[in-house]
């Protein structure tokens, strides 16, 4: 059984470290990974209380130990940009295939207001439970990089 830490602002992490976090994300999403500041700048968005911005952190532990981790962002939006993107999962490589991914995102639904977005890579695994869970592809994402 997972136990669950919610943490919405800097003072929640009084156990568990933000760069525990960090960490465990660059490590556990492997190479749908991003850079740990990246990584970082997320979950200061997430912790964040400025207008607009917010979100929450859910850490979860199995026999008191760090098992996985999500990010959750507000995006300020609504209606057709849902209000929430789920930004960052990642189960510990050794309990993959239990059903910790998935009770993860379900508890964060049921945290979260409002529609949720997400970005997965075609080649990735998680994609299938994404689907299973009710997440459908609406659009194909189309990036431009701005050279300037």
């Known amino acids: 059984m997972l136990v669950y830490k919610i943490c919405k602002n800097e003072n929640d992490f009084i156990e568990t470290s933000i ?7 660059h490590t556990h999403l492997e190479q749908f990974g991003d850079d740990p500041k990246d990584i970082r700048k997320c979950i200061d968005y997430a912790l964040s209380k400025e207008c607009g911005k917010g979100g929450f952190i859910l850490l979860a532990y199995y026999r008191e130990k760090l098992a996985g981790v999500l990010v959750m962002n507000k995006t300020g939006m609504s209606g057709f940009i849902p209000e929430n993107i789920l930004v960052y999962i990642a189960v510990d490589a050794i309990h993959r295939g239990k059903g910790f991914g998935r009770q993860i995102i379900e508890e964060a639904i049921k945290l979260t207001e409002g529609n949720i977005k997400l970005h997965v890579e075609y080649d990735n695994p998680a994609k299938r439970l994404y689907e299973r869970i009710g997440f459908a592809s609406k659009y194909a994402e189309m990036r431009f990089e701005n050279k300037k």
Request: no cysteine.
């Open 19 to 25: 760069n525990e976090s960090v960490n465990f994300l």
